[in-house]
């Protein structure tokens, strides 16, 4: 499972980015496609189950809950 880094906010989001673009290029494939599974994952946890996309027949529409 990845991490969470908390930056701090005197640093610019220039730096920020060239660091997160750095990990992502030095990273294989393979780790960038099991990043993706576990943020799927997450998603669904945090929705309470349920994913954020459903197929719709045309696709995968993003649809929100009916309150």
């Known amino acids: 499972m990845g991490h ?3 930056y701090d ?3 610019d989001k220039a730096s920020i ?5 750095y990990t992502y290029l030095k990273s294989s494939s393979e780790q960038k496609i099991l ?9 669904v946890a945090l929705n309470g189950g349920n ?4 197929p719709q ?3 995968l529409v993003i649809r929100k809950p009916n309150l």
Request: proline fraction near 4%.
């Open 17 to 21: 980015a060239a660091e997160r673009e």
């Open 35 to 43: 990043a993706l599974l576990n943020l799927n994952r997450i998603s």
């Open 4 to 6: 969470l880094k908390i």
């Open 9 to 11: 906010t005197n640093i």
């Open 51 to 54: 994913p954020l996309k459903m």
């Open 57 to 59: 027949g045309l696709g």
